[in-house]
């Protein structure tokens, strides 16, 4: 299974962005999609989680502002992300769980900044 991250950019705060993370197989069968950040210095933190059933969570510093959401027809998942803060700049990856498999897409850059 592979993972194409894309959607990343350089954007001014308050601007907005959305992810998309592109499967190479069906991902209705994942058990979880999630996107997670790591910005620089820090370590790799969870910013959004799917389950299968649509139940969602997010850290707390993007409740309001971030939208996980998945089209499975189309095989991609999808981070919306508005009111875009400079905390919010690192490398965001999109991570599913397939059974008891875990994946890794290779990252997509956001950096806000005016």
């Known amino acids: 299974v592979q993972l194409q991250a894309s959607g990343g950019g350089l954007v001014q705060p308050g601007g907005s962005l959305r992810l998309s993370c592109a499967a190479s197989?069906?991902?209705?069968?994942?058990?979880?999609m999630s996107w997670y950040r790591q910005a620089p210095g820090k370590q790799r933190e969870l910013v959004a989680r799917m389950v299968v059933s649509g139940s969602t969570d997010y850290v707390d510093s993007v409740k309001g502002r971030f939208t996980i959401s998945r089209v499975n027809a189309e095989n991609t998942a999808y981070l919306q992300m508005n009111s875009l803060k400079p905390e919010d700049t690192g490398v965001y990856y999109c991570?599913?769980?397939?059974?008891?498999?875990?994946?890794w897409g290779q990252g997509t850059q956001v950096t806000v900044s005016s």
């Open positions: 197989r069906r991902i209705v069968a994942f058990k979880v």
């Open positions: 991570h599913a769980v397939l059974g008891s498999v875990v994946y």
